[in-house]
């Protein structure tokens, strides 16, 4: 079947640092999604991609959809501790439905 | 409007036990789905409902069946419980498809997840 996958699983970094991680597909995807999800609760959708190479960026988070439509990567810029959370990147299938990464789980030190 | 809600938040079910999860939308989406979060392994789709009246299979439907009992609401439930089915739990609902043609997609609400314990 489709896998997504996610690296890094988990990052401790200081509060003002940068942030990367990123997703690869064994398969192509149309569309790639970025969710995060606060302790407790459930994944919040961030950012959303459907053009191959498009650089999309709201506000501190910027991603961008690989060329060959099996990557994405997902970048926080100056990390704040409300930036701790799972990020998740999902590839949107034409049926409709979701495959998830495994999460990336961040930490932020203030 | 409350979005996606679940009941119950948290559970704990002995070996064999059975219990259904309720999940509501006041979204009015027609589309639902159930996932299972385990650590490391992202959220995994168990079934989904694509209109009221129809349910199919995700990647890991053994041990669960759902029912779509009206546009707004879809359970999941557990006849036997398992230990295996130790998990957080999360409900979705989406609508109508955003942007256009091949690049279009449905953006997943999802609701705050159910933690079952299965002893």
């Known amino acids: 079947g489709q896998q997504l996958n996610q690296s890094p699983q988990s990052m401790f970094i200081q509060e003002g640092e940068d942030v990367s991680m990123n997703c690869t597909s064994s398969?192509?995807?149309?569309?790639w999604l970025w969710y995060k999800q606060d302790p407790g609760e459930g994944p919040v959708l961030l950012i959303a991609?459907?053009?191959?190479?498009e650089l999309t960026s709201n506000g501190r988070l910027t991603a961008q959809f690989g060329i060959t439509r099996k990557d994405s990567f997902l970048n926080i810029s100056a990390s704040i501790p409300s930036d701790v959370g799972i990020y998740f990147c999902?590839?949107?299938?034409?049926?409709?439905?979701?495959?998830f990464g495994q999460g990336t789980e961040l930490s932020v030190k203030p | 409007n409350a979005g996606v809600t679940q009941t119950p938040k948290f559970q704990v079910l002995k070996t064999g036990q059975s219990m259904t999860l309720q999940c509501a939308q006041d979204?009015?989406?027609?589309?639902m789905y159930w996932y299972r979060q385990d650590p490391g392994m992202g959220l995994r789709l168990i079934y989904y409902?694509?209109?009221?009246?129809?349910?199919d299979k995700g990647e890991v439907p053994n041990g669960y069946n759902v029912s779509r009992l009206n546009k707004r609401e879809f359970s999941l439930r557990l006849e036997s419980a398992a230990p295996s089915q130790t998990s957080v739990y999360f409900c979705?609902?989406?609508?109508?498809?955003?942007?256009?043609?091949?690049?279009?997609?449905?953006?997943?609400?999802f609701g705050p997840g159910t933690r079952l314990t299965v002893l």
């Open positions: 979705a609902s989406s609508g109508p498809l955003l942007a256009g043609g091949s690049h279009s997609y449905n953006e997943q609400f």
């Open positions: 398969s192509i995807f149309n569309t």
């Open positions: 979204m009015n989406h027609n589309s």
């Open positions: 999902a590839g949107h299938t034409q049926g409709g439905k979701l495959i």
């Open positions: 991609l459907y053009k191959a190479g």
């Open positions: 409902s694509a209109s009221e009246g129809t349910t």
